[in-house]
């Protein structure tokens, strides 16, 4: 049974380590493999400066590749821990394990993954968290298995009780046709041992095919700060639906009662896919936060130095750094939606 003090830490809380899926020829990076691949290998690189890299390869000749790449590209392998398991995909945030902390105990809550709303099969992804726990990869003190569809991109803490949400994505009939958002609300409050939720109603990312992801439009920066994307563009089709985004911002209270400081994130110009001229979601609020630093994607846009000069402000004491994924919204994330932080002593 889950005591009282069990909670949702904040990303910025002390972490063992990061997992991520490397990317395979059976996933969706299959026309780009190489290219993707370039950027999980910056992703290695940085992490291990700053902790422990969990990483997901598809079979034993798949080890021997992500092996090889790390070692040309000097990455520091004493950090790595390669485990093997079938996946349909890369997007760890989304089917990794969400984990509670009760003291200096962590225990999985363990959610079903349903491919954004049935969108893409899912069904190696789904199994992925429990596999990684029988097998003692990964070693929480418990874990909790929900018949709930949720997404670890859907949903962001701010370490005291409150989480970040959107309406759009946690109440679309294709991942809970049964709960309304008072049985959600119900079931995440004691599932996560949330005591507070606030729900975006506007706010979007074109290209972004998760029903908008919170982690794509506003995060916690601190207990009392969120940062957001913001659009100046009055032409952009983004502007009317990140205004009211922020009007609806400005009236959210903390767990106090006290409004949040609110800090606005550049809005990159419009990148779009060349084969089918569809926009793509590039979006500075897609940062992942780790011990000592903060990696933030970048696009080659004339706003990246802001978005970092940005967030530095967010984050005083640790490193901020850019990392280009002008490759991988080319399949529709960013950089959060493709990794998930593990809590002290999980890994």
């Known amino acids: 049974m889950l005591k009282n003090s069990v909670r949702l830490p904040a990303e910025w ?8 899926t490397w990317p395979h020829i059976n996933s969706d990076w299959a026309p780009m493999l190489t290219e993707i691949e370039s950027v999980y290998i910056q992703l290695s690189l940085v992490i291990t400066r700053f ?31 390669i485990y093997i398991e079938k996946t349909n995909d890369t997007w760890t945030r989304d089917y990794g394990p969400i984990t509670l902390r009760e003291n200096n105990r962590n225990i999985i809550a363990n ?14 992804d789904t199994a992925l968290t429990s596999k990684l726990v029988e097998e003692k990869c990964l070693k929480p003190d418990a ?34 046709p049964d709960y309304n ?18 729900w975006l109603d506007h706010g979007y990312i074109a290209g972004d095919d998760t029903d908008n992801h919170i982690d794509m439009i506003a995060r916690f920066t601190d207990e009392n700060t969120i940062a957001y994307v913001k659009c100046d563009d009055q032409e952009d089709e ?9 009007t609806q911002l400005k009236i959210f209270c903390n767990i106090d009662g006290k409004p949040y400081r609110l800090i606005p994130l550049p809005f990159p110009k419009a ?31 004339e ?24 490759v991988a919204i080319k399949q529709s994330g960013s950089l959060h939606c493709l990794t998930m932080q593990l809590p002290k002593g999980l890994l």
């Open 271 to 301: 990148v779009y896919d060349s084969e089918d001229n569809r926009r793509l979601p590039a979006s500075y609020a897609n940062f992942l936060i780790i011990n000592g630093a903060v990696l933030v994607p970048v696009y080659g846009d």
């Open 51 to 81: 902790q422990k890299l969990l990483i997901i390869a598809y079979d034993e000749t798949h080890v021997n590749h992500i092996n090889s790449l790390l070692s040309i590209a000097k990455v520091d392998t004493s950090k790595i821990i």
């Open 181 to 198: 958002k008072e049985k959600v609300e119900s079931f995440l409050k004691t599932a996560l041992r949330i005591k507070k939720i606030l």
């Open 238 to 246: 983004h502007f009317e639906a990140l205004a009211a985004m922020e």
């Open 111 to 124: 959610f079903t993954f349903n491919g954004w709303g049935n969108k893409f099969d899912a069904q190696l």
């Open 303 to 326: 706003q990246d130095q802001h978005a970092l000069a940005v967030l530095q402000g967010c984050f005083p004491s640790r490193e901020i750094i850019g990392i280009d994924f002008s």
């Open 143 to 176: 874990i909790n298995h929900f018949n709930f569809v949720l997404e670890g991109g859907s949903v962001d803490s701010d370490g005291t009780g409150t989480l970040l949400t959107t309406s759009t994505c946690l109440l679309t009939d294709t991942r809970n």
């Open 13 to 20: 809380e002390s972490q063992s380590g990061v997992l991520i």
